[in-house]
C-alpha cells in the first residue's frame, strides 16, 4: 500500500506563493498518475488538478488554471502544486491522491475522485487578505 505525506501548507497572505510537496513510498510510483485536491469547511471536494505517470501531462482546474502548476520528480518519489497569486478562496485542506491504474492511457484531464484509490493526510492552507 502506498503512503502519500503532504507538506509546505501554512498561512500566507493574498497574491503570494506556496509550494506543496507530496512524498511517496514504494518503487513503482513512477507508473502511476498523480492528483491534488482541496476541501474548504462546508464545501464538497474539488479536484485541482493531475499529473500523468509520465509527467506529460498536466490538467488543472479551470478555478487554478494559470496560478497553479503541478510537477513531478518520478527519482524522488514526489509530486508538487505550485501556488502563486493566491486568493482567499484557495484556503482549504490539499490532499494528493494516487491513480489506481497503473500506466493509465486516458487523458488525465478526464479523471475524477473514483480514479484515486490512496490518499495522504493533507495539508492545510490559508490565505489572508
Known amino acids: 500500500q502506498v503512503q502519500l505525506v503532504e507538506s509546505g501548507g501554512g498561512l500566507v497572505q493574498a497574491g503570494g506563493s506556496l509550494r506543496l510537496s507530496c512524498a511517496a513510498s514504494g518503487r513503482t510510483f513512477s507508473t502511476y498518475a498523480m492528483g491534488w485536491f482541496r476541501q474548504a469547511p462546508g464545501k464538497e471536494r474539488e479536484f485541482v488538478g493531475a499529473i500523468s505517470w509520465s509527467g506529460g501531462r498536466t490538467f488543472h482546474a479551470d478555478s487554478v488554471k494559470g496560478r497553479f502548476t503541478i510537477s513531478r520528480d518520478n527519482a524522488k518519489n514526489t509530486v508538487y502544486l505550485q501556488m502563486n497569486s493566491l486568493k482567499p478562496e484557495d484556503t482549504a485542506v490539499y490532499y494528493c491522491?494516487?491513480?489506481?491504474?497503473?500506466?493509465?492511457?486516458?487523458?488525465?484531464?478526464?479523471?475524477?475522485?473514483?480514479?484515486?484509490?490512496?490518499w495522504g493526510q493533507g495539508t492545510q492552507v490559508t490565505v489572508s487578505s
Open positions: 491522491a494516487k491513480d489506481r491504474t497503473s500506466r493509465r492511457l486516458t487523458a488525465v484531464r478526464d479523471m475524477g475522485p473514483q480514479d484515486f484509490d490512496s
